[in-house]
Each structure stands twice: as structure tokens, then as C-alpha cells.
């Protein structure tokens, strides 16, 4: 048992000495009867937000308005909500609006699946009122209640469905995976970011290629970007840990598609950055890579796009471990290990300066990376006036 587990106890404990009820719920009673580690500890409460704040000493409002009070007294910080059901819903989407209760049972019957939907108590009693325990032994992802009408409440859980059985190779239980067959697309009325996000953990499951699957299967991939449908065997051994990494492979399966991908998943600056450098060093992988490949590559990056050229079928001339090998054998690591600067090249010639130093600087990180000329000082005044020089 962990120490954000722990300190939810204690804050149950307190929260119980002022004469409220308090439990763990979702997440971690389910990852607590898996044996699997528990992230995120939730906390939920009979008090309203502002008793649970005259509780506590410090306390954070990270999302008063649906209940939620970030607690940091125990040395953990741990998300107390109050009992909640979600009111009315409108456009397939999540509400807004929610509405505190004073019972559980309301609590977690606004649940998504059975096995989130279990509560622990400080005695150490698992309520479990739609047979959560039971599906967790027969590896079931079971919506709580009719699969239809929970999926047009919200219909992001029709994708919680597929990463949950991504992440611990649940099966979807029948009534449940035919109600997204039918309902696949209210999927549009979700926000990206939303879809982004559970996307983004189905990259990162044990069981990827399941949930790819799954996504076919249940019509889901034809709201997304990408064709899936007909890509799905090139998925088969695909693992990582970065959903980065996944982003990037769906891009390289397809090319056309690459501006939309990152539209529709909202990637980042940064994501696409690395991507871009994933598409780029696996093109320039058909004709081998340069030394200005591995220069200006991080290891990630072309260890990415060597495994996606393998996994294409691609005849390589090396093997994977030659990468780093290769690039850690480079006589230049970074820019700033040129033993030359712009002052150097200045004291060396009569002109001005101006742009021609980026110019020369960068060709002698080129003259030193292809083994033309050694990274030292004399040896690149001799390499500027004989040959920069002369041919600029
Ligand atoms: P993870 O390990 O990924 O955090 P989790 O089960 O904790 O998994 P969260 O998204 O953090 O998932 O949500 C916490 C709990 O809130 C869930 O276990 C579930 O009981 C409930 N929940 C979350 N999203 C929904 C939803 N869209 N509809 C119904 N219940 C939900
Ligand atoms: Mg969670």
C-alpha cells in the first residue's frame, strides 16, 4: 500500500471525525483489487466543499464548482469530492451543472463501468453495488447501467471503454460494446482535447493492438483521423511508453494525413517537432543516414524512425545499438563543442562581420562531422584559409 493511499486514509479519518462519510473510490479501488500500482487516490464525501475546507488547514480549490478540493494536509495532496450525480445532460456531452448528494449509492451510480464504480472504506469494506468485484475477476469493462443511454450522456465513455480494456486487456462486455457499435458516432460531439487524452493512454497500454482493435471493431476509428481500419496489422507489435511515439507512427502509416493528425489530436508544439524529426530521419534512413543525421537527431528520434523502417520490412545495414554507438563516436556532439567561434574566424580574415560566419561555422561542423578536418583549433584556421576561403 502506497503513501498517496495512506495519507487518503488519514484524510478520510478526519473527514469522519467531523461527522461526514468518506471513501476512495473509482480508479483506485479498481487498480487496489488488480494489484496494480495506484496513481491518483480520489476521495469522495458526504461534506459540501466548504466543510470540507473548514476541515483541513490547507487546501486547494482545483475544481470547486464539480465538487472537487484539493486536500495537501496529510503530505499527499488528495482530490475530496463531494457526492455528486451529473443533473441533465445535453449534446452527448458531460454537464456543466452538478448536483451534491448526501448518499453514495447516487454517487456511484453516476459511474461509468462497473469496476470504477467500487468505493473503499477506512474499515476496509468494498461497496460494490453493480457487481464491480465480479467483473474485475472475469476481466469485464460493463457500463453501470443501460450501455445506450449512459453513451449519449456522455459518449467520451464510449472511449474510456476501449482505453480501459486497452490498459488491462478487459474484454467489453456484450450489451456494452454492441451500444457503441450503434452509438460510435456522438463521438463527434466530444472535445479533441478529450478524445486526445484517451487516446494518448491507449498508446501507452499493454495492450495497444487490442484497443486499436477494439476501435475498428466498434466503428470508433472512423471518427478519428487515420485509417486504422485498414492499417490495423501494422499495429501489431507496436509498444511504447510516449504517446508521442504513437502519434508519430500514425503519422508515418499516413503521410497525407500528417496536418490533420495534429490538428485533430491537438498535438503541441513540441509533439510536432519531434515529429516532423521522425518523418524527416526516416526518409533520409533509404539513402543511410549522414553524420549530419546523427548530429542533429536526438537518439529517441532516430531510434524512432529506425524501428518504424523496420517494422516496415525496410533492409537496414545496421543494427539498432550501432545508433547510439555511432552517435556517441561522432567528433562533435553539439554546436558548442566546435573548438572554433565566430571571433576566431574574424581574427582570421580581413572581412567584416556578417553572415558569412553562420556560413562558415556551419560548414566546418560539416568538414568536422565528415571527418574532413579535426575539431581543433589549428587545424580548422589551416582548413578556413585553405579551402572556406578560397571557395568562398
Ligand atoms: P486513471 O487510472 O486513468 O486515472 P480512473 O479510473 O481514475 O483511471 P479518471 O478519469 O481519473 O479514471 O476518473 C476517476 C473516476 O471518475 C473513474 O474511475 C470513474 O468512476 C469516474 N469517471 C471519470 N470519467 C467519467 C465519465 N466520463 N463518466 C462517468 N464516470 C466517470
Ligand atoms: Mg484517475
Known amino acids: 500500500v502506497n503513501k498517496e493511499w495512506q495519507a487518503a486514509l488519514r484524510v478520510i479519518d478526519k473527514i469522519e471525525h467531523s461527522g461526514f462519510e468518506a471513501v476512495i473510490v473509482g480508479g483506485a479501488v479498481r487498480d ?11 476521495v469522495a464525501t458526504s461534506a459540501l466543499p466548504v466543510e470540507v475546507k473548514e476541515i483541513f488547514s490547507s487546501t486547494v480549490d482545483v475544481g470547486i464548482e464539480h465538487g472537487t478540493v484539493l486536500v495537501l494536509d496529510e503530505g499527499e495532496p488528495i482530490e475530496v469530492t463531494t457526492y455528486r450525480t451529473e443533473g441533465t445532460y445535453s449534446d ?10 448526501r448518499n453514495l449509492e447516487e454517487d456511484l451510480q453516476r459511474r461509468d463501468f462497473t469496476i470504477n464504480a467500487m468505493a473503499f472504506t477506512k474499515e476496509g469494506t468494498i461497496i460494490d453495488l453493480y457487481g464491480g468485484k465480479e ?8 457500463a453501470v447501467g443501460d450501455p445506450n443511454v449512459r453513451f449519449r450522456e456522455d459518449a467520451l465513455r464510449m472511449l474510456r471503454a476501449i482505453r480501459f480494456g486497452a490498459q488491462l486487456g478487459f474484454s467489453i462486455e456484450e450489451g ?6 450503434m452509438d460510435s458516432d456522438l463521438i463527434d460531439f466530444i472535445a479533441n482535447e478529450r478524445i486526445s487524452m484517451e487516446m494518448s493512454k491507449i498508446w501507452k497500454s499493454k495492450y495497444v493492438y487490442y484497443g486499436l482493435q477494439l476501435l475498428v471493431e466498434t466503428n470508433l476509428s472512423k471518427f478519428l483521423v487515420g485509417q486504422l481500419e485498414d492499417q490495423l496489422e501494422h499495429w501489431r507489435t507496436f509498444k511504447t511508453e510516449d504517446p508521442v511515439v504513437g502519434w508519430a507512427y500514425l503519422c508515418l502509416l499516413n503521410r497525407q494525413e500528417v496536418q490533420n493528425i495534429a490538428d485533430f489530436y491537438r498535438l503541441s508544439n513540441k509533439e510536432k517537432t519531434y515529429i ?7 526518409d533520409s534512413l533509404r539513402q543511410n543516414w549522414t553524420a549530419m543525421d546523427y548530429f542533429i537527431n536526438e537518439l529517441d528520434v532516430l531510434e524512432a524512425a529506425y524501428d518504424f523502417a523496420q517494422w516496415q520490412n525496410f533492409r537496414l545495414p545496421f543494427k ?13 556532439q553539439s554546436v558548442d563543442q566546435l573548438a572554433i567561434n565566430g571571433n576566431h574566424l574574424m581574427s582570421w580574415s580581413t572581412r567584416k562581420r556578417g553572415p558569412w ?12 562531422l565528415n571527418g574532413y578536418v579535426k575539431n581543433d583549433e589549428e587545424k580548422l584556421k589551416e582548413w578556413f584559409i585553405n579551402d572556406f576561403i578560397d571557395e568562398g
Open 276 to 282: 516532423r524529426k521522425v518523418l524527416s530521419a526516416f
Open 135 to 142: 467483473d474485475i475477476d472475469k476481466k469485464i469493462i460493463r
Open 357 to 368: 560566419i553562420k556560413v562558415a561555422l556551419d560548414a566546418a561542423i560539416i568538414a568536422v
Open 176 to 181: 456494452t460494446l454492441k451500444a457503441i457499435q
Open 92 to 101: 452527448y456531452r458531460r454537464p456543466e451543472e452538478v448536483a451534491f448528494v
Open 32 to 42: 487496489h483489487l488488480l494489484q496494480r500500482s495506484v496513481n491518483d487516490v480520489d
Open 320 to 332: 539498432k545499438e550501432k545508433i547510439q554507438e555511432i552517435k556517441n563516436n561522432l567528433p562533435l
